[in-house]
């Protein structure tokens, strides 16, 4: 027998409007800061002042989406029959989020720090290891490959420079 969808209650609206909230705030926090995140990036595009193209851009398209999409969480919720999916996680499924949350605040201090090449290798290896996948030879391989072939990507194929952090790493 299939179990049909929980209904949504009061509790669960007031839930959801207050976790679109905290995510409207991190957008407006977020489009605040991207200028200090992004400070010393740029692009290798010499003579254009193109601000559309600056790397404030594509940061600031991802925080106005975050807090549209968190609006729309925020309007939709007193109309929805069923409950969020994050509504019914379980504590080890919320440990694995907040887990895979620390791991991406720390690459992107990572990224300043150690540089893309370097940052990136890491989070690859370390979060696949950590949402329990084991065939290291795979994971090393795309640990090493992935950033790689990004950074190729972005430096020769966009003409985007991407961090090298303090060791210099990168293209």
């Excluded at 109309?79 to 994050?86: I, Y």
């Excluded at 992935?146 to 961090?163: D, E, K, T, Y």
Aim: glycine fraction near 10%; proline fraction near 5%; include cysteine.
């Amino acid at each position: 027998m299939i179990a049909s969808p929980r209904i949504h209650d009061r509790g669960s609206v007031i839930v959801e409007i207050a976790a679109a909230i905290v995510l409207i705030a991190v957008a407006v926090i977020g489009g605040l800061l991207v200028p200090r995140l992004v400070s010393g990036w740029a692009f290798a595009m010499p003579g254009t002042t193109d601000t559309a193209l600056s790397p404030t851009f594509f940061p600031y398209v991802a925080m106005v989406l975050l807090g549209l999409a968190a609006l729309n969480m925020a309007i939709t919720a007193l109309f929805r029959q069923q409950v969020l999916p994050f509504l019914e996680m379980s504590a080890s499924e919320w440990r694995r989020t907040a887990c895979v949350t620390a791991m991406i605040i720390a690459y992107f201090i990572g990224m300043r720090v150690i540089g893309f090449m370097l940052a990136s290798a890491l989070f690859v290896m370390a979060t696949t290891l950590m949402l329990g996948y084991r065939k290291y030879l795979r994971i090393v391989a795309v640990g090493l490959l992935a950033p790689l072939a990004i950074g190729l990507g972005f430096r020769f194929g966009l003409n985007v420079i991407l961090p090298s952090g303090l060791f210099g790493v990168g293209f």
